[in-house]
């Protein structure tokens, strides 16, 4: 099963996005696949074909300032949770989609559960992936150091960051062929750097637990998270406190499996996933 790239251009904003459209049924909804920091939605390149196998198209794009989408600068995009929030928004209506399940994982994560508290009517169900969803959340030292004054302008224009963040949140190695493709926004242009270090110093992280950590207790639309046991950042405690505080969640425990999950462990995932979303039919 192929995955699909494409562009699609929401007001003054590029989006590049990868789709695999479903095989056979086409009861089920869509699914849509927001990655975190560092990364792009390359990350669910293992996740995606599944998911269309099963007849459920999926949908990842890349974050405004990340992968292939439009990295505007600071003065025309504030990287804000509040300015993603909103260019998601554009570009969930310009693809026309109505009600989908939502995959998050990671640092961007956040602003995804953000986005469904403010659009609960659209979310059916929801999967969660080792992302920031408690007032106990803190940017790693390994992500906070690249928003430092001085520092964190060099440190955002070197190519291995991606390398060194990738591999250090999910504390395995990953292949080369796969980093290449990490890498090559920041081979090619300085904007991915700037773009990240906006990012990192407008994250607005405890303001954004705040809203998580409240909202979901109101919450009512199913919710799986599968939880990188070994995650150097986001401990399990903060998933399993979660699960305890909204009225329908389970938790899935992934034993040796850090930050990124989906890097190294799209099998163990997908067991879950799949019926997961499955339950999401179109009404």
Do not use: C
């Amino acid at each position: 099963m192929s995955i699909t790239e494409h562009k699609i251009k929401v007001d003054s904003l590029e989006w590049f996005y990868r789709e695999a459209e479903p095989i056979g049924r086409t009861d089920l909804l869509p699914v849509v696949l927001l990655h975190g920091i560092v990364s792009q939605s390359y990350s669910w390149r293992n996740i995606m074909p599944a998911l269309a196998q099963q007849g459920t198209r999926a949908i990842a794009p890349d974050w405004i300032g990340y992968g292939f989408s439009s990295k505007p600068e600071k003065r025309d995009f504030a990287y804000t949770p509040l300015a993603f929030i909103t260019a998601l928004e554009g570009f969930i209506k310009a693809l026309e989609l109505e009600r989908f399940s939502l995959v998050v994982q990671g640092f961007l994560g956040s602003v995804g559960l953000q986005y469904a508290l403010r659009h609960p009517e659209q979310i059916a169900n929801l999967v969660i992936l080792n992302t920031p969803i408690s007032s106990n959340a803190k940017i790693p030292w390994k992500i906070k150091q690249m928003g430092l004054p001085l520092a964190g302008e060099m440190m955002t224009q070197d190519p291995l960051l991606v390398d060194r963040t990738l591999e250090g949140g999910s504390r395995y190695r990953i292949e080369d062929t796969d980093l290449d493709i990490y890498r090559k926004p920041y081979l090619k242009s300085s904007a991915p750097g700037r773009s990240l270090l906006a990012t990192i110093r407008n994250m607005e992280l405890p303001a954004a637990m705040t809203e998580i950590e409240s909202g979901f207790k109101e919450w009512q639309q199913p919710i799986l998270l599968s939880w990188g046991v070994i995650d150097p950042w986001l401990p399990i405690d903060m998933a399993q406190n979660f699960v305890s505080s909204v009225p329908d969640a389970e938790l899935i425990k992934l034993n040796n499996v850090g930050h990124y999950p989906q890097e190294h462990y799209h099998e163990t995932i997908l067991q879950d996933l799949l019926p997961f979303v499955r339950r999401a039919a179109a009404k």
